[in-house]
């Protein structure tokens, strides 16, 4: 027979379990593909030719790994909290737009194959430049890159996460500016080091 101390150890290591329980079951579920490899291949091709010459191949593969990886990531019904200084909760995260971009790559492929290349991917810079200025410019010119995906131009939702990456603004400002890190006071009052040899 149960007597009431251990009772309560009981229910006090199922409330205390129920928690982790909960977090071992997400971190279990496998995440779905959000793009094919033939997908991804196509997003190196943008990259090339959409991102800044000075950003070398390096770069380019962390532009396009932290792309894939924020819609890999993504969770539909999530608690978006508030911004900063903000009281007012923002609404929960509506459904993934990466399915919305199915369509953009196989218009990217079509346009590469009306030139010659067997897709996007394999196109010469040129005419990768040329589809990309194209895909920017129709059905109506993009004046804003977003700051996160939204799903209605695939080009500019990956340009607009790479020029409002940290990275970005270092590159841009050729300092180590580090945008996103959490420094402390020391050496606050001194500006960024340089980068690039400069």
């Known amino acids: 027979m149960i007597n009431r101390r251990s009772l309560l150890k009981l229910g006090g290591a199922v409330l205390a379990w129920r928690p982790f329980a909960r977090f071992r079951v997400l971190a279990q579920a496998a995440p779905a593909a ?19 010459s000075a950003v070398d191949a390096d770069g380019r593969d962390g532009a396009v790994r932290k792309f894939v990886a924020w819609h890999v ?38 346009a590469a194959r009306a030139q010659g290349a067997a897709s996007f991917a394999a196109a ?10 194209a895909a920017l410019n129709a059905p109506t010119p993009i004046n804003r890159l977003p ?25 841009a400002y050729q300092a180590a500016i580090g945008r996103d890190d959490c420094r402390d006071l020391e050496g606050s009052d001194q500006p960024p080091a340089p980068i690039g040899g400069r």
């Not at 459904?95 to 218009?107: I, L, T």
């Not at 010469?124 to 200025?133: G, L, T």
């Not at 939204?150 to 990275?167: I, K, P, R």
């Open 34 to 52: 959000a793009f094919t490899q033939d997908q991804i291949k196509a997003l190196f091709g943008i990259a090339e030719v959409a991102l800044p």
């Open 73 to 110: 990531n993504y969770r539909e019904g999530a608690d978006m909290g508030h911004g900063y200084g903000n009281s007012t909760l923002r609404p929960k995260s509506g459904p993934p737009v990466a399915p919305r971009y199915s369509a953009q790559f196989a218009s990217l492929d079509q």
């Open 124 to 133: 010469p810079a040129a005419v990768r430049r040329s589809i990309v200025e």
């Open 147 to 171: 700051a996160r995906p939204t799903g209605a131009n695939l080009v500019a939702d990956f340009t607009g996460m790479y020029f409002n990456s940290a990275g970005a603004f270092d590159l």
